[in-house]
């Protein structure tokens, strides 16, 4: 079992930043694969970026260029560093955790989430 736990959230204004953090624990995530994604009322819940357990990120076009997601493996921890804030951006910002490598882009492939942190971004 892998417990995750974000926070970071907050309210910002549009062009600000904020960066998320994901703590783990129980079983080490050392191997997993993790990913942040982000829940706006109304709408499904999307990829945001994903990071390998080796490095390796991917990121959604909307974030592509102003989200950085990073790892300390000997910390259990992940972050996601969000420049250039949107109004688009709000939402409830999840961390999720799987086995294995692989750029997984949904929600079905992870196993371990998060309770969320909310992102607020006024205009």
């Known amino acids: 079992q892998v417990q995750l736990v974000e926070s970071g959230g907050g309210l910002v204004q549009a062009g600000g930043s904020l960066r998320l953090s994901c703590a783990a624990s129980?079983?080490?995530?050392?191997?997993?694969?993790m990913g942040w994604f982000r829940q706006a009322p109304g709408k499904q819940r999307e990829l945001v970026a994903v990071?390998?357990?080796?490095?390796?990120?991917s990121y959604s076009g909307s974030a592509k260029g102003r989200f950085t997601v990073s790892r300390d493996n000997d910390k259990n921890a992940v972050w996601l560093q969000m420049n250039s804030l949107k109004p688009e951006d709000a939402a409830l910002y999840y961390c999720?955790?799987?086995?294995?490598?692989?750029?997984?882009?949904?929600?079905?492939?992870?196993?371990?989430w998060g309770q969320g942190t909310h992102v607020t971004v006024s205009s």
């Open positions: 999720a955790a799987r086995m294995g490598d692989g750029r997984f882009a949904d929600t079905a492939s992870y196993d371990y």
């Open positions: 129980g079983r080490t995530a050392r191997t997993f694969t």
């Open positions: 990071i390998t357990s080796d490095g390796i990120t």
